[in-house]
């Protein structure tokens, strides 16, 4: 059960995000500030608190706070993200952090792992090793977690940005995922639904407290998503995602 969530308003900077996707073109402003509030409004709508931290016109892509820190019930672990640009905006979060953990742990140089490839399942963490998220990295997490008696599965990542962008696990085992993690063992066991190349984006929903968040404009995947009976919020993401970002990277949930 999550009670609390961080967030960071998106700046003016926005628009010079980190992207592979320029095909869809430049973040309006205006409307990510509105679909921002709309996802905070979706976060407080499954019973969590929401401290929305001021935007950083320093670092473009620092909305998405998850790729900054790990949290979960016994330590927090700042990161150390593999993306250049990026990297500093671990030490925009440590205050923010320090308010609600005493035990804080970091990836040391020179490991580097952003959040957004790390997706955890219970007493399990699943690991994406990717271009941002390197071996070491990922080993360092590993150790970490195990100090606190979880487990930790390593999961290579090709062709998506993070190890969350391409998977949803869900708690009932039911895993929404896009083709190129067709048949990794590390998921042996799970319910397997692949979601179709077009609606690859949707791979990415946010689990809170029994509910799920899901970017509208995927109908095929909301339609199996609902004939499994979970409870669904929907909210628009078209800004987030000219940049690379989804649905859980716009937050840090503890
Ligand atoms: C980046 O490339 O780092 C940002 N433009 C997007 C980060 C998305 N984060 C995530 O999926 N956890």
Redesign the pocket.
Known sequence: MFTKAIARKPGRSLIC????AEGLGKPDYEKAVSQHEAYVRALESCGVEVEVLEPSEEF??SC?V??VAVLFAEAAVITN?G?PA?NAEKELIVETIRKHYQTIERIEEPGTL????IMQDGKTFYIGVSE?TNQEGAMQLKSIVEKYGYQARLVPVCEV??L??GVTLFPDGFLLAGASFGNDAAFDGSVRHFVPEEEAYAA?CLLVNGKAIVPSGFPKTLEVLKNRGYDIIETDMSE?RK????L??LSLRF
């Open positions: 995000g980190i992207t592979s473009p892509d998405f998850e790729d993200p993306a990026r952003e959040g957004g490839d941002r940005l993070h969350k962008t990415n987030f940049i690379d970002g989804g859980t990277c």
